[in-house]
Structures are given as C-alpha cells and as structure tokens.
C-alpha cells in the first residue's frame, strides 16, 4: 500500500477514473448493441449519430484506442447502410 500522501491520493483518483471509463463504457456498449438490434432503417439512421459521438468521446479520452473508436465506427456505418 501507498505511503506518501500523494501515492494515496493517486490511489484514491485512479480508482475514480477507473470507475468513470467503466461507466462511461458500458454504456456505449450498450448503445451499440441497441443499435446492431434495430431492423429499422430510419429509427438506426437516427441512433447512429448518438452511438458514434459516443464512441469518438471514448477515444478522446484515451478509454479506447483510436482505431478502435474508427472500425467501431465503420462497421456500425456499414450495418445501418445495409438495412432495407
């Protein structure tokens, strides 16, 4: 365990951030699931641009990589653009 008073109030805000990159996602994650289940193309075509901002969020902040963030992002594209 930490000593000095920094090293525990690193501790303490690692363990914070730690939580908020889980929250935040999560429920991308759960975004992007909604979106792979919807078979309408109109309803996916408004989700799209919530579950992409979202995703570039993340990667903003380092909680996935980049290229993460842009096949995410392609694939999503594509599946909605499949739709009839």
Excluded: C, F, G, W
Excluded at 15 to 21: I, M
Excluded at 52 to 59: E, H, M, W
Aim: aromatic residues 2%; hydrophobic residues 35%.
């Amino acid at each position: 365990m930490a000593n000095h008073p920094s090293a525990k109030k690193r501790v303490r805000s690692d363990n914070a951030k730690r939580l908020r990159n889980r929250y935040y996602a999560k429920t991308t994650r759960t975004a992007i699931k909604k979106l792979k289940l919807t078979s309408n193309k109109e309803e996916a075509q408004e989700k799209l641009p919530k579950v992409v901002s979202l995703i570039d969020r993340l990667a903003k902040k380092s909680v996935i990589h980049k290229n993460k963030a842009a096949n995410l992002k392609s694939k999503l594209t594509r599946r909605v653009n499949a739709l009839q």
